[in-house]
């Protein structure tokens, strides 16, 4: 049976797939580099579903709740929840969220922001990537603002349908309309570094090998 698409992008690491979008022309792809990680061992992939907030100080506790719960409602099983929330002092994901989420059949969390719970998290073994730890939460301070809609971070424009690739070294975003094109040629670039690495092993001189494949 062939694999799907989030199959052979987790088959993928983000080094390969950024030196394919530098080449293709689209090296804006990575987010910040402070974006990292819960657990250093997991690897994320999927298709991007967007969201964003923001504070608010004037929100109710209920108020506040009530559209964190409706976002944890509606986002789709086997997509990868990547949020904007537009500020640095509070958690945007907690342990029993990430539970929810995870039972709900959503890949992953992807945030600009801060995580709590994080020990809890880790043991679940459902990945985030994230910017801070606080043990602060949204309850009576951040509002949702947008699900599906386009968002920005860093220098990364993001649309819901996209495709992300999170790993330790950092997480890459590819535009769904390339997703094809780059899994072919991350594929076959992986295949010749296999192919160079066994040549150097083998006792060829590295820069003979470069010369060999034009590829390091």
């Known amino acids: 049976m062939a694999k799907t698409t989030t199959e052979r992008l987790t088959d993928c690491y983000t080094g390969a797939v950024y ?14 580099h402070d974006i990292r990680p819960l657990d250093d061992m997991q690897t994320l992939s999927g298709p991007i579903w967007t969201c964003s907030g923001r504070i608010n100080n004037s929100i109710s506790n209920d108020d506040s709740l009530l559209g964190w719960t409706g976002l944890l409602s509606k986002a789709p099983s086997g997509s990868v929840l990547v949020c904007q929330p537009n500020d640095s002092t509070i958690a945007h994901m907690g342990e029993l ?22 020990e809890f998290i880790r043991k679940l073994g459902w990945p985030v990537f994230f910017r801070y730890y606080t043990p602060k939460d949204v309850v009576g301070k951040w509002a949702v603002e947008s699900m599906g809609e386009p968002i920005e971070i860093g220098d990364v424009s993001i ?3 996209d495709w992300i690739l999170a790993d330790i070294d950092g997480v890459v975003v590819i535009p769904q309309s390339l997703i094809d094109k780059v899994l072919d040629k991350t594929e ?4 010749t570094e296999n192919e160079l690495r066994t040549l150097i092993l083998n006792g060829m001189d590295p820069q003979e090998a470069y010369k060999k494949h034009r590829l390091f």
């Open 188 to 191: 076959e670039i992986m295949s």
């Open 159 to 161: 649309t819901t349908g």
């Open 97 to 118: 969220s990430a539970e929810t989420l995870n039972h709900r059949g959503v890949l992953g969390y992807v945030v600009d922001g801060g995580n709590r719970d994080s």
């Open 19 to 32: 030196d394919v979008m530098r080449e293709m022309g689209y090296p804006d792809c990575v987010l910040p």
